[in-house]
């Protein structure tokens, strides 16, 4: 009688791209033979692919790995790995830190997994964290086939991830993503087209392009005609059954006049950019390395929104960065009120290693962090829920993703990125209604299927 498969269940912490490569990972043990499960309990390997981009999001992760260690009592053999950010930035440091973990893997060794879980199995503990460029453009090419039955998406899921690049060469200095995910590379524009294809194929209806800075797309390519973002974009719209195309996150630099173009020509293009501008101060962004200005900033989105009326425009906000004044901590709260975003993400200022800004003296308490991160709150959360009430009233296009916990209502998304809640009967993932919006919440919508 053969062995039964072994099971591998991945926790994920982070970025659409941690979401990306678990997703890679699964992908790979299946064609080994391996299941997936959803639960911890049983797996024969327990992944935790981390995030070290902000400081909390790093100690959740290796407290994680101490909460997975009665799942390797409970059953002898059990190998706990961590991979991603942090097994990146730390290598072989978390073996010596935490016997609980025989295996470390970094961003580059994703397609290493099975051998390096062979090597393991003979009771050596491993710290893979070379850098392999050709093999990780190699390991992005495990797209979802035919075969794969466990990934039969048709009819279970309307959106999907692709990155078209890995990395990232502007080195902010509070960034610890060049650290951790390395220099830039695009991908093949042939094997990007070919991925999304794949996706639609399965029933994907909305496709997310990843990239640390997403529209630079192309500019590590050799040759003098090479794809640029837009280009890209054209190539993608044309694919039979796309109905959505996202991308997160772009870097305001690179919103280029022929990207503005394609949302007010591009029906597949999602209404909706996440523009991180990281502070209202020109100061503060020079020392930063942002290399841009708060005006050329409001420029990019009054062109956005004049080519594209009722476009989503989300953002990343830092408060607390060493040296920033109450004066500048203003202009932050002034931006916020002149950009009116859809919604943002902020977070206290911490120094990561190995970054430049890890050296600036800090000039502010926690607590002085903690008093800006509130009154930053107290501006945006009203201005964002303003922002949904209006859409009160109106009937808008909703991809359905799923149904809700409560029976008869189902959720989904509009091309503006907001999460939409509705009751109707019989509908399948990846429908397209036109949903009447009745109420506005402020992380969500709800309403009822508008009549024909």
């Known amino acids: 009688m053969s062995e039964a498969p072994k099971k591998i269940y991945i926790r994920t912490f982070g970025c659409q791209m941690n979401d990306y490569d678990s997703e890679r990972m699964y992908r790979l043990m299946e064609r080994e033979g391996w299941q997936r499960q959803a639960e911890p309990e049983g797996a024969d390997l327990i992944v935790v692919n981390t995030c070290s981009v902000r400081e909390k999001a790093e100690h959740k992760a290796l407290s994680e790995v101490g909460m997975m260690r009665k799942y390797k009592a409970e059953k002898p053999g059990t190998m706990i790995a961590l991979a ?3 097994a990146q930035q730390m290598g072989e440091t978390l073996l010596r830190k935490s016997p609980d973990l025989d295996l470390v893997f970094g961003t580059h060794a994703i397609d290493k997994l099975p051998a390096l879980i062979e090597n393991c199995a003979h009771e050596k ?5 070379s850098w392999d460029y050709d093999s990780l453009i190699d390991f992005e090419k495990i797209a979802p086939t035919a075969t ?4 039969s998406w048709k009819g279970t899921r309307a959106s999907g991830f692709v990155p ?4 990232c060469d502007k080195h902010c200095t509070f960034c610890i993503v060049p650290q951790t995910r390395g220099k830039e590379v695009s991908r093949p524009i042939d094997d990007i087209v070919r991925e999304v294809r794949d996706l639609v194929d399965h029933g994907i209806k909305d496709v997310t392009l990843l990239g640390q800075i997403v529209n630079r797309y192309g500019r590590t390519f050799a040759e003098t005609k090479a794809p640029v973002f837009h280009e890209l974009l054209d190539e ?4 039979e059954g796309i109905y959505r195309l996202r991308f997160t996150s772009s870097h305001p630099t690179y919103i280029t006049p022929e990207l503005i173009a394609r949302f007010r020509d591009m029906p597949q293009l999602a209404s909706h950019v996440h523009l991180p501008v990281q502070s209202g101060s020109d100061r503060l962004l020079k020392t930063m390395r942002r290399g841009h200005k708060i005006d050329e900033y409001l420029d990019k989105v009054r062109e956005l929104r004049e080519a594209r009326p009722g476009i989503s425009i989300t953002t990343d906000l830092i408060v607390g960065y060493p040296g920033e004044t109450e004066d500048e901590f203003e202009l932050t709260l002034q931006l916020i009120r002149d950009a009116e975003f859809d919604s943002l993400y902020a977070f206290k200022y911490s120094p990561r290693p190995n970054t430049p800004a890890e050296n600036e003296p800090e000039t502010l308490t926690e607590s002085e962090k903690s008093d ?5 709150f107290e501006v945006a959360l009203p201005q964002a829920l303003a922002r949904n009430k209006a859409l009160v009233g109106k009937s808008m296009d909703i991809l359905v993703e799923g149904e809700s916990r409560t029976p008869g209502r189902y959720y989904g998304r509009t091309a503006c990125n907001r999460m939409v809640y509705f009751p109707a009967e019989s509908l399948a993932v990846g429908d397209v209604v036109a949903v009447r919006i009745d109420e506005a919440f402020q992380n969500a919508l709800a309403g009822t299927l508008a009549a024909n």
């Open 164 to 167: 078209i690049m890995r990395g």
């Open 236 to 239: 993608l719209a044309k694919i």
């Open 125 to 129: 503990r491993l710290a893979e964290t």
């Open 372 to 376: 800006r991160l509130a009154r930053l």
């Open 84 to 86: 991603g950010c942090v």
């Open 148 to 151: 794969d039955n466990s990934l």
